[in-house]
């Protein structure tokens, strides 16, 4: 018998539709806050929505204790583009909740980005004050991107941050993402794909996988131990079903006994065993002393359980051979945001030139005019400085490195291995321009999207990560790794 509510009937189990899954809906349009479109609208009626304007994205400062940023997610927003699109159903919306009038209906029903987007390439380091991301249009057109944009880029380089500091401690040693069940379900996709972009060798997510071409890892949990009877049944049906070369999880009861019924399982060509609990420096040194004493000398130690940058690195000595990294990857270790702000900084006058703007609030300045970047070399192939190139637009517009810039004064970086970025006749520039083209009259560039683009990201890190100055990596607090100078045209 149902229960039914005094005084009336039972309301209906269908009476309310679910919201529907993001897969249902393809537009991103609405991933955007409101008063994007109320600006939109405001411009539309005072006939300036369709000034051309240029918007930067930057930050003004690294989280504390860090170094260096990485740029992560610029593949994503391109991605995002062919999507951002005003359908029957966000208008329907807007309509009824009455956000903008009809006029503004009426722009959003055929907006299509048909701008230019240039920034630094996915990967690269950035700085305080670095122009990671320029979007030049309309404002009517590149207004109503600038949430997206942010919370895409703001969450990707937060992980991909965090990831190049751990991938940095690991040194040559792999590490793994396995932090989906620690975030939001579409954040944790994002994560997957941030986290290679840092330098991760691959991910337990499987969408992640799928949509960028992500290689998977996982095996078993203790849950599937737990399963059987007894250990040794639980080591053997695995086995049997992935193979000897699989990983084991030998902490679910006692280690050491785990390790010897890993081994009679697998035998001493056994892929790996997994340690997810106590004290796991002490543990690796007593399971590889084992292993080897059982014979299985090839078998690797992979360790999990709360591992972070600073717990990598305390590793470093021990006999650990690949790193699981979850909560602390997918949370930014500490800086789960990077402070980005995406800023006009010209627009057109009713003459039609470009002129600087800047906002003056007390500790949130910025400034304004277009920016060139660059990044200078000393005579061993390592940063020194990132250059930001400042002064009146068409100048900016035509700098290149090779007008050269009078060097500021910054120490030259000394020892280390030197990245292999060279000229064409061999000799390693003094100065590299750091904004590529990303969306040209509206047409996205596929070298940084799909899978294609997560790995040109990957790659990408590597080398620019590669020069920094020694010292640049290290995990204590300390100043951003090179110092920022402006290079003003006169």
């Keep these: 018998m149902t229960d039914e509510p005094r005084g009336g009937a039972a309301p209906s189990l269908h009476a309310v539709p679910a919201a529907p899954l993001p897969s249902v809906r393809p537009s991103v349009a609405l991933l955007t806050d409101r008063y994007e479109l109320t600006m939109l609208q405001a411009a539309l009626a005072d006939g300036t929505a369709h000034r051309h304007c240029v918007f930067e994205v930057f930050t ?4 504390a204790g860090r170094r260096y940023g990485v740029l992560a997610g610029t593949g994503r927003i391109l991605e995002a583009l062919a999507h951002f699109r005003f359908g029957d159903a966000e208008l329907a919306y807007l309509e009824r909740a009455g956000v903008v009038d009809d006029r503004t209906l009426d722009f959003l029903r055929g907006y299509r980005f048909t701008g230019t987007i240039q920034g630094y390439a996915e990967g690269e380091i950035f700085f305080p004050g670095s122009p990671v991301l320029q979007v030049e249009g309309t404002f009517a057109e590149a207004v109503l991107l600038e949430t997206l944009i942010l919370s895409i880029l703001n969450y990707d380089s937060a992980i991909a941050s965090a990831a190049s500091r751990m991938t940095s401690a690991a040194v040559d040693r792999p590490v793994l993402e396995m932090g989906s069940r620690r975030a939001h379900e579409q954040a944790a996709v994002a994560a997957a794909r941030a986290a290679v972009v840092g330098g991760f060798t691959g991910t337990s997510n499987l969408e992640a996988g799928m949509r960028y071409g992500l290689d998977t890892i996982g095996t078993a949990a203790h849950a599937f131990t737990l399963l059987h009877d007894d250990e040794r049944s639980a080591f053997d049906s695995q086995i049997a079903s992935l193979g000897s070369g699989t990983t084991l999880l030998v902490d679910t009861y006692d280690v050491r006994r785990g390790v010897e019924n890993a081994i009679a399982a697998g035998g001493t060509s056994l892929g790996a065993v997994r340690l997810d ?11 590889r002393r084992q292993l080897d004493d059982l014979g299985a000398t090839g078998t690797k130690i992979v360790v999990t359980s709360d591992l972070d940058e600073h717990a990598i690195a305390g590793l470093a000595a021990m006999p650990v051979d690949v790193y699981g990294v979850g909560t602390s990857l997918v949370t930014g270790s500490g800086a789960p945001t990077c402070g980005m702000v995406y800023k006009l900084v010209a627009r057109a006058d009713p003459s039609g030139v470009l002129q600087p703007v800047a906002k003056a609030s007390t500790h949130k300045s910025s400034q304004g005019g277009r920016k060139g970047a660059a990044r200078r070399y000393g005579p061993d192939g390592r ?12 100048l900016v517009v035509a700098w290149s490195p090779e007008d050269g810039g009078a060097p500021t004064g910054a120490d030259e970086a000394t020892g280390g291995e030197a990245s292999d970025r060279e000229s064409a006749d061999g000799e390693r520039p003094d100065l590299r321009s750091l904004l590529v083209p990303l969306v040209v009259d509206g047409a996205v560039d596929s070298r940084w999207v799909g899978a294609y683009g997560v790995q040109n990201a990957a790659r990408h890190h590597l080398q620019a990560r590669a020069e920094l100055p020694r010292g640049g990596r ?3 607090a300390g100043d951003p790794a090179i110092p920022t100078v402006d290079l003003v045209l006169r």
């Design 474 to 476: 290290r995990l204590s």
């Design 60 to 63: 003004r400062r690294l989280p």
């Design 277 to 287: 609990s106590g004290d796991l420096g002490v543990l690796a040194v007593e399971v």
């Design 383 to 394: 940063a020194v400085e990132e250059v930001l190139v400042t002064g009146p637009d068409d």
